[in-house]
Structure formats: C-alpha cells, structure tokens
Nanobody
Framework: QVHVVQSGGGLVQPGGSLKLTCAVSGSTFSVDAWYWYRQIPGKGRELVAGLFSGDNPDYIDSVKGRFTISRDNAENTVALQMNSLKPEDSAVYLC???????????WGQGTQVTVST
C-alpha cells in the first residue's frame, strides 16, 4: 500500500516563506515523477511544479524564481520551498507522485497555505 503524506503549510504574511514536504512509503518501486498542485475553490486544480527523473524541474510562470522543488532520494521525499509568498498563492496544496511500474498517480492529503496579513 503506497502512502503519500504531506507536512508543512499554514498561515504566513505576504513576503514570507513556507516549506511543504511530501513523503512516500510502502512502494517497492521508485517514484518516477513528483508534482505539487494547488487548488483554489472555484478555480480548479493547477500544476505548480514538477520534478521528473533525470530532468530539470518545471514550474508555472507565476512561481518561477520564488518556489523551488527538490527531492531527497535517501528519504524518498520531495519538498516545495516557497519564498516571497503572495496572497494569490493561497490554496490547498497537493502532492502527487507517479510510479511507472504501478501505472498510476498517488496523492497526498492536501495542506492549506494561507498568505494574509
């Protein structure tokens, strides 16, 4: 049974920083891709950052230069460091991983990020 568990998030003032972490357990196969999405009520789900085996990370334009996705292979985790946060970054952030040998995505539970004074 594959488990994807997120941690981090919370409330921060504009210009502040937060770090989200996503940990995968229970898989006998390696993760081939890691993704961070965010969901805003009424606006659907948006892919924020992706990290693919052997490739450079990719980001949506609105977070380039502010967010950084990184992985720790030894711990089987991925992090999203979010700096210079803006109110429009407020959303529920979800981690997803793709395991090719299982042919499917697995999702974390989601975590709220609120950027507000």
């Amino acid at each position: 049974q594959v488990h994807v568990v997120q941690s981090g998030g919370g409330l921060v003032q504009p210009g502040g920083s937060l770090k989200l972490t996503c940990a995968v357990s229970g898989s006998t196969f390696s993760v081939d891709a890691w993704y961070w999405y965010r969901q805003i009520p009424g606006k659907g789900r948006e892919l924020v950052a992706g990290l693919f085996s052997g490739d450079n990370p990719d980001y949506i334009d609105s977070v380039k230069g502010r967010f950084t996705i990184s992985r720790d292979n030894a711990e089987n985790t991925v992090a999203l460091q979010m700096n210079s946060l803006k109110p429009e970054d407020s959303a529920v952030y979800l981690c997803a991983v793709y395991i090719a040998n299982r042919g499917q995505d697995f999702w974390g539970q989601g975590t709220q990020v609120t950027v507000s004074t």
